[in-house]
């Protein structure tokens, strides 16, 4: 480290050590103060709410320090006269730049470890945890710190003042749960629509869990999942934490291009951008067009020509326009900003036609892969409860189920039961498909006016490995009288058939 350097650093330090005293006290009064606290409120001390309770915390706040420090750490961008004076150091824009990311880093993790040091020995005098295992987490815990404070620091980097800033960062934390609920509404109700089934499991669960979606979208849960399953589960659920360390392994990925971003956007900065408003494309026209979308795909969860898919509708277009003048500092309307609006809308139908004509590209399905196949459960009732059927379908005989189940589908289809203003449900048959390795369970459930034909109830219990009947005729101190029988015991089915049958 040269003399100028060396001058530097003393200098961030002295001039930001109020900061430094305020960060401090302010991640105490976050982490280990609802500690102590709750140590001399309880008379009754419960160890296992205390690691949930530092686990939890721990990880808050360092996502907080990660967001908060770039927008301090890069300030003098926003002031015309800092900006001139510390672009004019003698030292190279390149060099520059990784000193006071690495300072603003320090500068963050100082306070923080300091209040993981105090909550580590919190948990060592009052919990009988194993400790070794949050020394681990608190060090893993630079990795998420690393990747978030990259990020938010090519936001800092790439806005021109700190009212920019400071709504860029809450973007972009925002967005990715706003897309994410955007996507699991519109998925799960479109799926619904197509589906002839009146009722499904989360469809987005069976193409990803919606976790490792959420994973996939919002750093924060990736690795704190990943983290999780790490130290505390040793991988016990292993499909989940593979994927969740892929979806961190991309952020990780992302973390450096946001790095190599920032760097470039420092050298390349102008001074006279200071005190302007932003104009970078990964800022306000990126985050305006994602949250646009992201709403959009919301409306497609209602009716396409009711009232308030209109209101809706003219609401997002306000926050539309709204976000653009923001954006501009201005209050006049262009052309631009309906034209804009309107190809977002254009181009968001257009994916939802296409999404509805090809079945969600070939994954809306009424039924899984039969590859996949464990058993299927299926039960068949009254609506409404009284007797019914539960069976169980081992896999070798799935194949003749299926082929049942078509032909079930297309006079189900041609009834339309799968309006969920079906006027006279009388009957549900709810199957429910276990996959392999217990991952994924997809469940289908159809309403019918019609009872089913007693020989087809019959194929479904010879099919069966087990069969257990409900009949109502029957009450004991339980309730209706619940008792297993044979696939072959056809008096049994005939008898509870008759009773269904009677009973509407």
Same mark, same amino acid.
């Given at each position: 480290?040269?003399?100028?350097?060396?001058? &530097?650093? /003393?200098?961030?330090?002295?001039?930001?050590?109020?900061?430094?005293?305020?960060?401090?006290?302010?991640?105490?009064?976050?982490?280990?103060?609802?500690?102590?606290?709750?140590?001399?409120?309880? #008379?009754?001390?419960?160890?296992?709410?205390?690691?949930?309770?530092?686990?939890?915390?721990?990880?808050? #706040?360092?996502?907080?320090?990660?967001?908060?420090?770039?927008?301090?750490?890069?300030?003098?961008?926003?002031?015309?006269?800092?900006?001139?004076?510390?672009?004019?150091?003698?030292?190279?824009?390149?060099?520059?730049?990784?000193?006071? &990311?690495?300072?603003?880093?320090?500068?963050?993790?100082?306070?923080?470890?300091?209040?993981?040091?105090?909550?580590?020995?919190?948990?060592?005098?009052?919990?009988?945890?194993?400790?070794?295992?949050?020394?681990?987490?608190?060090?893993?815990?630079?990795?998420?710190?690393?990747? +978030?404070?990259?990020?938010?620091?090519?936001?800092?980097?790439?806005?021109?003042?700190?009212?920019?800033?400071?709504?860029?960062?809450?973007?972009?934390?925002?967005?990715?749960?706003?897309?994410?609920?955007?996507?699991?509404?519109?998925?799960?109700? /479109?799926?619904?629509?197509?589906?002839?089934?009146?009722?499904?499991?989360?469809?987005?669960?069976?193409?990803?869990?919606?976790?490792?979606?959420?994973?996939?979208?919002?750093?924060?849960?990736?690795?704190?999942?990943?983290?999780?399953?790490?130290?505390?589960?040793?991988?016990?659920?292993?499909?989940?934490?593979?994927?969740? !360390?892929? +979806?961190?392994?991309?952020?990780?990925?992302?973390?450096?291009?946001?790095?190599?971003? #920032?760097?470039?956007?420092?050298?390349?900065?102008?001074?006279?951008?200071?005190?302007?408003?932003?104009?970078?494309?990964?800022?306000?026209?990126?985050?305006?067009?994602?949250?646009?979308?992201?709403?959009?795909?919301?409306?497609?969860?209602?009716?396409?020509?009711?009232?308030?898919?209109?209101?809706?509708?003219?609401?997002?277009?306000?926050?539309?326009?709204?976000?653009?003048?923001?954006?501009?500092?201005?209050?006049?309307?262009?052309?631009?900003?309906?034209?804009?609006?309107?190809?977002?809308?254009?181009?968001?139908?257009?994916?939802?036609?296409?999404? /509805?004509?090809?079945?969600?590209?070939? !994954?809306?399905?009424?039924?899984?892969?039969?590859?996949?196949?464990?058993?299927?459960?299926? &039960?068949?009732?009254?609506?409404?409860?009284?007797?019914?059927?539960?069976?169980?379908?081992?896999?070798?005989?799935?194949?003749?189920?299926?082929?049942?189940?078509?032909?079930?589908?297309?006079?189900?289809?041609?009834?339309?039961?799968?309006?969920?203003?079906?006027?006279?449900?009388?009957?549900?048959?709810?199957?429910? &498909?276990? !996959?392999?390795?217990?991952?994924?369970?997809?469940?289908?459930?159809?309403?019918?006016?019609?009872?089913?034909?007693?020989?087809?109830?019959?194929?479904?219990?010879?099919?069966?490995?087990?069969?257990?009947?409900?009949?109502? #005729?029957?009450?004991?101190?339980?309730?209706?009288?619940?008792?297993?029988?044979?696939?072959?015991?056809?008096?049994?089915?005939? /008898?509870?058939?008759?009773?269904?049958?009677?009973?509407?």
């Amino acid at each position: 480290m040269n003399r100028n350097t060396k001058s &530097y650093v /003393q200098y961030f330090f002295k001039s930001n050590r109020r900061l430094l005293i305020l960060m401090c006290v302010g991640l105490f009064i976050i982490m280990p103060f609802p500690l102590i606290n709750n140590l001399f409120s309880y #008379s009754m001390f419960d160890s296992s709410s205390m690691q949930a309770t530092v686990f939890i915390l721990s990880l808050i #706040s360092t996502f907080l320090v990660a967001g908060i420090m770039p927008m301090f750490t890069w300030r003098f961008l926003y002031k015309k006269t800092s900006c001139n004076m510390y672009l004019s150091l003698p030292i190279t824009r390149k060099k520059f730049f990784v000193v006071q &990311y690495l300072l603003g880093a320090v500068f963050g993790l100082i306070p923080l470890y300091l209040n993981f040091v105090i909550e580590f020995l919190l948990l060592g005098a009052f919990s009988y945890s194993r400790l070794f295992n949050f020394v681990i987490y608190f060090i893993l815990l630079l990795i998420p710190f690393f990747v +978030t404070y990259t990020i938010f620091t090519l936001v800092a980097v790439k806005c021109n003042n700190f009212a920019d800033a400071v709504v860029m960062s809450g973007a972009y934390l925002i967005l990715p749960f706003v897309l994410y609920l955007a996507i699991i509404l519109f998925i799960d109700y /479109q799926a619904s629509d197509l589906l002839i089934a009146n009722s499904a499991t989360s469809f987005v669960d069976e193409i990803m869990p919606g976790e490792t979606l959420l994973s996939a979208l919002s750093f924060p849960v990736s690795l704190t999942v990943s983290l999780a399953w790490f130290i505390f589960d040793r991988f016990e659920m292993v499909f989940e934490s593979v994927v969740n !360390l892929i +979806t961190t392994g991309v952020w990780c990925l992302l973390g450096i291009v946001a790095f190599y971003i #920032s760097m470039r956007g420092f050298i390349l900065r102008k001074e006279e951008e200071a005190q302007h408003r932003t104009t970078s494309y990964l800022m306000y026209p990126f985050v305006v067009t994602v949250l646009s979308v992201a709403l959009i795909l919301m409306l497609f969860n209602t009716n396409l020509f009711s009232a308030s898919m209109f209101i809706m509708g003219t609401i997002i277009f306000a926050l539309y326009i709204i976000m653009r003048l923001f954006a501009r500092r201005s209050l006049k309307i262009k052309i631009t900003d309906i034209g804009g609006f309107m190809g977002i809308t254009a181009a968001t139908l257009a994916f939802v036609l296409i999404f /509805q004509s090809t079945h969600g590209f070939g !994954l809306v399905k009424e039924y899984p892969d039969t590859d996949d196949f464990r058993f299927v459960n299926i &039960y068949y009732s009254a609506y409404g409860g009284g007797n019914s059927f539960e069976m169980k379908i081992p896999e070798e005989n799935i194949e003749e189920f299926l082929d049942w189940l078509d032909g079930y589908l297309e006079e189900a289809e041609k009834k339309d039961t799968h309006s969920i203003d079906y006027p006279d449900i009388r009957y549900s048959m709810m199957i429910d &498909y276990q !996959l392999d390795r217990n991952i994924v369970e997809s469940t289908r459930e159809y309403w019918d006016s019609t009872m089913l034909d007693y020989s087809d109830l019959k194929k479904l219990a010879h099919w069966s490995s087990s069969v257990r009947l409900t009949d109502c #005729s029957i009450i004991d101190e339980d309730g209706c009288a619940i008792k297993e029988v044979y696939n072959n015991d056809e008096a049994a089915l005939k /008898q509870n058939y008759e009773a269904m049958k009677s009973a509407q």
